[in-house]
């Protein structure tokens, strides 16, 4: 079984940053791909920004240039800076791993979600 544990979602005024962490534990041999995603209230959740294990990275084109993606791989860790935050980034935001257990056996795991909220 694997652990994600979000960190780092608050309150913020339009214009500026935060950055979210996530850090996963357990049954872990090696990870893949990390991502984020965000999903507002009745809507389907989506892809904000994922990186691999080469650090090749992916944006969802509405906040490309304001957020940054990274992954420490000795923490097991991936980040989020998200920089010049808008009204419209108010969602709350998930983390998602996809990694490989002792077993061999391929995972995904979420985390329970953290909340970003940006003030106008």
Sequence with gaps: QVQLVESGGGLVQAGGSLRLSCAASGNIISINAMGWYRQAPGKQRELVASITSGDSTNY?????????????????????????????????????????????????????????????
């Design 60 to 120: 969802a084109d509405s906040v490309k240039g304001r957020f940054t993606i990274s992954r420490d791989n000795a923490k097991n860790t991936v980040y989020l800076q998200m920089n010049s935050l808008k009204p419209e980034d108010t969602v709350a935001y998930y983390c998602r791993a996809h990694t490989l257990n002792v077993a061999g056996s391929s995972w995904v795991s979420w985390g329970q979600g953290t909340q970003v909220t940006v003030s106008s």
